[in-house]
Structures are given as C-alpha cells and as structure tokens.
C-alpha cells in the first residue's frame, strides 16, 4: 500500500495551507507577493506628513478618509535603497496584528502587478541564506512562468515591538 508522499512530509501540508489569491507588486527588480485576504486596498501615492525621529523605514502618515495611518517604505524595512516615487508608485493598506488587535498600516511600493492564484504545487521552501539574513517574513516561493514571486507573510514584516512604535506613533 503506497501512501502520497505528502502525507509523509509535513513540510508539504504546511506549503499547501499556502495555495490562494495573491496580490502581487514590484520592489526594485523583484515581484512579491501577500495574501489576498490581508490587503484593505490600494491606493495611488499621495502626500505623507513625516514624523519626526521615527525609524528610517517609516515615511510618516497619511489621511485615509478621516483616518490617520502609518506609512512604511517597504523596500527601506526590507533592507533596499530608496528609490524617488513615480506614477507607478502605490500604496498596499493592510491590517497587520499588534498588541489589543489590529493596526491599519500602509505600505509603499514600487507598483502594484496583478491578483495571481498561485497552486500549492507551485510553492517551495525559501532557501536558506545563513544566519546573517531574516527571512522570517517570507512564506515560500512561488514559481510562475515569468520567473519567480516571493511570497510574504505581512504579518511579520514588522516585529511586535515595531507595530507597537508605530501604534503609539499614531
């Protein structure tokens, strides 16, 4: 009696929880991906107030219809250059966990590509890059015709000590 070979390897269910909608967006000359269900909206580029002595990586805020929320420069929290805005250039608001709930933070990026349903076959570990890179926030691989899509988990592109910062900065 054969048993499927996924059955066996507990890594593979956990890619296969992967499978879904992604909302997919460029930084620099990479395409990434988040989760469908974590994005509120996009929207285009506007004004951010900057807010004194916060981190680098924080652009400052916007006014979201009545509601201030934090913006963060993606490529800058992930360790890229930053790059001037363009008419490409949007902004992913997402709701992400943080201490008592939930916080509503904008992310900026280079721009927004398509929806993709990505299968669980097609989703693969994250390589290992050594100690000396975090790759925490990275889900898996998608590979896709045009080359491959990092797959994020939002969730932990900011620590808890970060969503708490910019809790209290709002």
Do not use: W
């Not at 929320?69 to 966990?97: A, F, Y």
Request: aromatic share 4%; net charge negative; hydrophobic share 45%.
């Amino acid at each position: 009696m054969s048993q499927d070979a996924s059955v066996l390897d507990p890594s593979s269910q956990t890619l296969a929880g992967l499978a879904g909608k992604y909302l997919t967006f460029r930084l620099a000359l990479e395409e990434y991906g988040i989760g469908i269900l974590h994005v509120q909206e996009i929207i285009g580029i506007m004004p951010v107030t900057h807010i004194p002595r916060a981190p680098e990586y924080v652009r400052g805020v916007i006014n979201l219809r009545g509601r201030v929320i934090p913006v963060v420069d993606l490529r800058i929290k992930l360790g890229m250059d930053g790059k001037e805005d363009s008419e490409k250039t949007c902004i992913i608001v997402v709701q992400v966990p943080a201490a008592g709930g939930q916080i509503t933070i904008g992310f900026i990026v280079d721009e927004v590509s398509e929806v993709l349903d990505i299968a669980s076959a097609d989703i693969q570990e994250p390589p290992s890059m050594g100690s000396g890179v975090d790759t925490e926030y990275i889900l898996g691989m998608a590979r896709m015709k045009g080359g491959v899509k990092i797959l994020v988990d939002i969730d932990r592109v900011l620590s808890s000590e970060e969503t708490v910062q910019l809790t209290a900065t709002v």
